[in-house]
T-cell receptor
Framework: EPEVTQTPSHQVTQMGQEVILRCVPI?????FYWYRQILGQKVEFLVS????????KSEIFDDQFSVERPDGSNFTLKIRSTKLEDSAMYFC?????????????FGDGTRLSIL | GEDVEQSLFLSVREGDSSVINCTYT??????LYWYKQEPGAGLQLLTY?????DMKQDQRLTVLLNKKDKHLSLRIADTQTGDSAIYFC??????????????FGKGTKLSVKP
């Protein structure tokens, strides 16, 4: 069964550095998402992406964050000038369509640790 | 805004039924999902229900929806040790600028004792 893959599984970065989290969505999916889960807290929506542009973003997704689909397969989340509070599990998801019951399929996540 | 609440822990014995509960706040028609997260793994979609349905059964899983009370439950029959995981309830958000992102509960940690 096709799946969403994320790399790396664990990223350790010094505070203030930039980090890029990578995702390969399911190949026929058109909608891509990033969520994060701070330890012990809820999974929170960050951003959705369709047709090479952001569809929607949450309040968390400020100027520090950006997303990109640099080629036909990868979908990346860049965090500039990382802060301690950016430490979290970051999940990528994809779906075929936006409306109706097109469920979002999630990757295994990248655990980001900011030191 | 929308919110999803779940109890945090549930412990059952192997072979018993597990019932995981969830409440949500969105009053519009929506889809509601159950995801499973095993240790170190991602979110695995288990099942879903549309808000005009009362019940959905899928093998050992039964989803019950009380739309009036905005209460959703996931029943796992004949619970096995392999069912031990965190179970997330999620609501697809529409309206108010939302275009279908998921609103998650905090997750219920299910522990199955042999």
């Amino acid at each position: 069964e096709p799946e969403v893959t994320q790399t790396p599984s664990h990223q350790v970065t010094q505070m203030g550095q930039e980090v890029i989290l990578r995702c390969v969505p399911i190949s026929n999916h058109l909608y891509f998402y990033w969520y994060r889960q701070i330890l012990g807290q809820k999974v929170e929506f960050l951003v959705s992406f369709y047709n090479n542009e952001i569809s929607e973003k949450s309040e968390i997704f400020d100027d520090q964050f950006s997303v990109e689909r640099p080629d036909g397969s990868n979908f990346t989340l860049k965090i500039r000038s990382t802060k301690l509070e950016d430490s979290a599990m970051y999940f990528c998801a994809s779906s075929e369509r936006l409306v109706g019951n097109q469920p979002q399929h999630f990757g295994d996540g990248t655990r980001l640790s900011i030191l | 805004g929308e919110d999803v609440e779940q109890s945090l822990f549930l412990s059952v014995r192997e072979g018993d039924s597990s019932v995981i509960n969830c409440t949500y706040t969105d009053s519009s028609s929506t889809y509601l999902y159950w995801y499973k997260q095993e240790p170190g793994a991602g979110l695995q979609l288990l099942t879903y229900i549309f808000s005009n349905m009362d019940m959905k059964q899928d093998q050992r899983l039964t989803v019950l929806l009380n739309k009036k009370d905005k209460h959703l439950s996931l029943r796992i029959a004949d619970t096995q040790t392999g069912d031990s995981a965190i179970y997330f309830c999620a609501e697809k958000a529409y309206g108010g600028g939302s275009q279908g992102n998921l609103i998650f509960g905090k997750g219920t940690k299910l522990s199955v004792k042999p």
